[in-house]
């Protein structure tokens, strides 16, 4: 549940996941092979797959090529061979569990991304960190996925968490802007999908790794305090 670490305010802390905290670019990279395969269809590249990790999968086939009409029996396709191989094929990054140890010290976190609630909980159990988090917003709990703010904005309603020491953390600008429309500030990683050079122009905060994130995190708080008692 939500709590206060003495001298703080209420923090909350939302992560984004695939490239935030986890690497599952190879059980992506497979699902979609195995869905165009499915099909009869040349598999996209790798590059072209990258580049869209972070938009929701129907929006990713939509990008690729396929018609409307066909985009959810790829979805199906997809899911249907993610599900075999997420787990022995994805990672936590490097420095992911020491920063959710850390953030948790001093906040409650959360989990806003465009994977389904199963998987992103089954993943992070499977993991050994869902029990960091207090609330986890996937594709399904949302009618508009990131960059829209409704994620962003239901994970706080969640939480009862008040904007103003609120905070996303994630790897591009679907993370920024929908961390920005919602009201809260943002922190970018350059760990993931997202290229330095477009997410500077997306927020103020940059840095190379999740342990950086959240230091960044906790020192910019512990100077809104001190701001607000001086």
């Known amino acids: 549940m939500p709590f206060t670490c003495k001298g703080f305010d209420l923090q909350v802390i939302l992560f984004d996941l695939d490239g935030t905290l986890i690497d599952s670019t190879e059980a992506i990279i497979g699902g979609f092979a195995a869905a165009f395969e499915r099909h009869d269809c040349p598999r996209p590249l790798h590059e072209e797959v990258c580049a869209l990790i972070g938009h929701p999968l129907d929006v990713m086939f939509s990008h690729l090529g396929v018609e409307p009409e066909n985009v959810q029996a790829y979805v199906r396709a997809y899911k249907e061979h993610y599900r075999v191989v997420s787990k022995p094929k994805t990672t936590l990054l490097p420095t992911a569990k020491e920063a959710l140890a850390l953030a948790r010290s001093f906040a409650t976190l959360g989990v806003v991304t465009t994977k389904t609630s199963q998987y992103s909980r089954e993943l992070l159990e499977h ?3 869902m029990h960091y988090f207090d609330v986890l917003i ?3 709990d949302v009618t508009h996925p ?3 703010p409704e994620p962003v904005l ?3 309603s969640a939480l009862n968490a008040p904007k103003e020491t609120s905070w ?3 790897d591009t600008c679907m993370d920024m802007v929908a961390a920005k429309e919602a009201g809260i500030r943002g ?3 350059t760990c993931g999908y997202g290229a330095l050079s477009h997410l500077e122009k997306c927020t103020l905060h940059v840095t190379n ?6 230091e960044k995190i906790l020192k910019l708080s512990k100077n809104d305090t001190i701001r607000n008692v001086s």
């Not at 790794?209 to 959240?214: C, E, F, L, R």
């Open 187 to 189: 922190v970018a990683v």
């Open 209 to 214: 790794s999740p342990i950086k994130a959240v």
């Open 154 to 156: 239901k994970a706080l």
């Open 146 to 148: 990131k960059p829209h």
């Open 138 to 140: 996937g594709r399904e």
């Open 127 to 129: 993991m050994e960190v």
């Open 168 to 170: 996303m953390i994630g």
